[in-house]
T-cell receptor, first 114, second 115 residues
Framework: AQSVTQLGSHVSVSEGALVLLRCNYSSSVPPYLFWYVQYPNQGLQLLLK??????LVKGINGFEAEFKKSETSFHLTKPSAHMSDAAEYFCAVSSNTGGFKTIFGAGTRLFVKA | DSGVTQTPKHLITATGQRVTLRCSPRSGDLSVYWYQQSLDQGLQFLIQ???????AKGNILERFSAQQFPDLHSELNLSSLELGDSALYFC??????????????FGPGTRLTVL
């Protein structure tokens, strides 16, 4: 079985500050991990994905995430927050076994203060 | 704009009724996925179709059904609606059939309100 835990339902940062959104996963098989962003009244957009290649994954809009197997983590970071980064972020896990389902975390809402 | 279209944008109906949500995937995409997003359950995968065939099933209730047509558009049918079915329903599409590696493109969603 797979699961995803996002630590912190709300995160608030100042403009220009580091963004760190935490995601821990549980998987009995090699996981594939994703970060999605959802802006108000819109669908989800893929930020980046880990598919067993490089452990440091770079995505769109300056975001990156590092897969750490020993910590079962896939935290999302961005060096300098912009006001436009304010949105909800979802971590997700999938695999090529076990019914091919994608499991999403509960989401973290990012607030960016001017 | 992801290229995935969903109709209608909003739907208001009563308990016990039946509704159909429609999704048109991006040009060239063979997979269609349906998701439900609600305040209490979060974002849940419901079902995936690939080239007309059911590929994977998630937490889809027996009152719900879906199909993908030869032109690759998909419909999600929700019947005997309950108040708890009120949610945002998203459709996504991808080129291939693997949720693990294929990039999914999400539509804007259909907001269903059951009164």
């Amino acid at each position: 079985a797979q699961s995803v835990t996002q630590l912190g339902s709300h995160v608030s940062v100042s403009e220009g500050a580091l963004v760190l959104l935490r995601c821990n996963y549980s998987s009995s098989v090699p996981p594939y991990l994703f970060w999605y962003v959802q802006y108000p009244n819109q669908g989800l957009q893929l930020l980046l994905k880990y598919t067993s290649a490089a452990t440091l994954v770079k995505g769109i809009n300056g975001f990156e995430a590092e897969f750490k197997k020993s910590e079962t983590s896939f935290h999302l970071t961005k060096p300098s927050a912009h006001m436009s980064d304010a949105a909800e972020y979802f971590c997700a896990v999938s695999s090529n076994t076990g019914g091919f389902k994608t499991i999403f975390g509960a989401g973290t809402r990012l607030f960016v203060k001017a | 704009d992801s290229g995935v279209t969903q109709t209608p944008k909003h739907l208001i109906t009563a308990t016990g009724q039946r509704v159909t949500l429609r999704c048109s995937p991006r040009s060239g995409d063979l997979s269609v996925y349906w998701y439900q997003q609600s305040l209490d359950q979060g974002l849940q995968f419901l079902i995936q179709y690939y080239n007309g065939e059911e590929r994977a099933k998630g937490n889809i209730l027996e009152r719900f059904s879906a199909q993908q047509f030869p032109d690759l558009h998909s419909e999600l049918n929700l019947s005997s609606l309950e108040l708890g079915d009120s949610a945002l329903y998203f459709c996504a599409s991808s080129r291939g059939q693997l949720q693990s590696t294929d990039t999914q493109y999400f539509g804007p969603g259909t907001r269903l309100t059951v009164l």
